[in-house]
C-alpha cells in the first residue's frame, strides 16, 4: 500500500513538500507520523522541515481515490481530520491505497482559517 503524505510548511505561502509512503496497511497514523519526522531529519530534500516537523500534529485527507482534487492548493476545507489522539489504524481510519494526507500542525491551521474568514 502506498499513500503520499503532503507536509505543510507554510499555509499563507502554499509551501507543500510531498513524500511518499509505503505501507503494509497495518500501520497507525501514529506509525506514519513517525516514518515522515524520521525521513524529514535524514533526507536532504526535507530539510527545509526540519525546524518545524516536531509541531506537525494533525492528519487531514486531502484526496482519495477517484475524487477530484479540492480547488484550495494548500488544504483540503472538507475531509477527515485526525489529531494525534485518535491516530488510530489506516485501515479502521478507511485511508486506503492513493489516498494524500495532509500532515501539518493544528495551530499554524486554526490561525490561516480565521485569517481567510476575516481577509
Partial sequence: ?????????????????YMPIKLTGEETLADVAQ???????TEPKYKPLRARIDTFNT????V???QPKPPNLVIASEG???????????TDLKIEEGTEL???CSSAYEKYKKDQVAA
Avoid at 1 to 17: P, Q, T, W
Avoid at 35 to 41: F, K, L
Fill in 64 to 66: 482519495k481515490p477517484g
Fill in 59 to 62: 492528519f487531514k485527507v486531502y
Fill in 35 to 41: 516514518q515522515v519526522c524520521q525521513r524529514v531529519m
Fill in 102 to 104: 495532509s500532515f501539518f
Fill in 1 to 17: 500500500m502506498a499513500i503520499m503524505v503532503r507536509c505543510i510548511s507554510s499555509f499563507e505561502h502554499g509551501v507543500v513538500l
Fill in 80 to 90: 477527515d481530520e485526525y489529531a494525534s489522539n485518535n491516530w488510530g489504524r489506516l
